[in-house]
């Protein structure tokens, strides 16, 4: 267990819909990270967040977004659901304060029908 | 900008060592994670190097040469439960930069 909570674990959803997937790091972790994982692709690194304010952005998609609250806990917004957004989508933490690794949640699946 | 290459598969025997490379061009480079993960669960942390060198960790050992933008995961006395993905990662500037990752398969 990584101390990385993620809910829901699975999603089922429609074209055109809209999701939000949570996350709450480990306990002290300032940081949070977005990936996402297709069948056919790595890990891709959507955005990170620190204490609240966005850090780096990757490849993600204008139809979503992230925020991290004051609590630290933080949630990815998708809209505008494609098939092509069914993927492992995971949350990882870090507390920036030591060589940067990150621990993973154990992801929600998301699946657009 | 980043390219990483790592083999797509590899098969090994139980108790066996297998050696998985990975090569990798970043910018901005500040040390190279390995990663372990199992199909459908969450990446899991195996090792960290910064400096050139080996760092061996029980029956895992990873290896870094900056100059050559090279590293390898050395996996001894092989089990069953290794069969897994492995995935490299340069770290550059706060992100993790995960390549496509190799799927090991240990046999019997």
């Known amino acids: 267990d990584s101390g990385v909570t993620q809910t829901p674990k699975h999603l089922i959803t429609a074209t055109g819909q809209r999701v939000t997937l949570r996350c709450s790091p480990r306990s002290g972790d300032l940081s949070v990270y977005w990936y996402q994982q297709s069948l056919d692709q790595g890990l891709q690194f959507l955005i990170q967040y620190y204490n609240g304010e966005e850090r780096a952005k990757g490849n993600i998609l204008e139809r979503f977004s992230a925020q991290q609250f004051p609590d630290l806990h933080s949630e990815l917004n998708l809209s505008s659901l494609e098939l092509g957004d069914s993927a492992l989508y995971f949350c990882?933490?870090?507390?920036?304060?030591?060589?940067?690794?990150?621990?993973f949640g154990p992801g929600t699946r998301l699946t657009v029908l | 900008g980043q390219n990483i290459d790592q083999p797509t598969e590899m098969t090994a025997t139980e108790g066996a060592i297998v050696q998985i490379n990975c090569t990798y061009q970043t910018s901005g480079f500040n040390g190279l994670f390995w990663y372990q993960q199992h199909a459908g669960e969450a990446p899991t942390f195996l090792s960290y190097n910064v400096l050139d060198g080996l760092e061996e960790k029980g029956r895992f050992s990873s290896f870094l040469s900056r100059s050559k933008g090279y590293s390898y995961l050395l996996l001894k006395e092989l089990q069953m439960k290794d069969s897994a993905s492995y995935l490299c990662?340069?770290?550059?500037?706060?992100?993790?930069?995960f390549g496509q990752g190799t799927e090991l398969s240990v046999k019997p």
């Open positions: 990882a933490s870090s507390d920036d304060r030591s060589v940067g690794e990150q621990f």
């Open positions: 990662a340069p770290h550059q500037g706060g992100k993790l930069i």
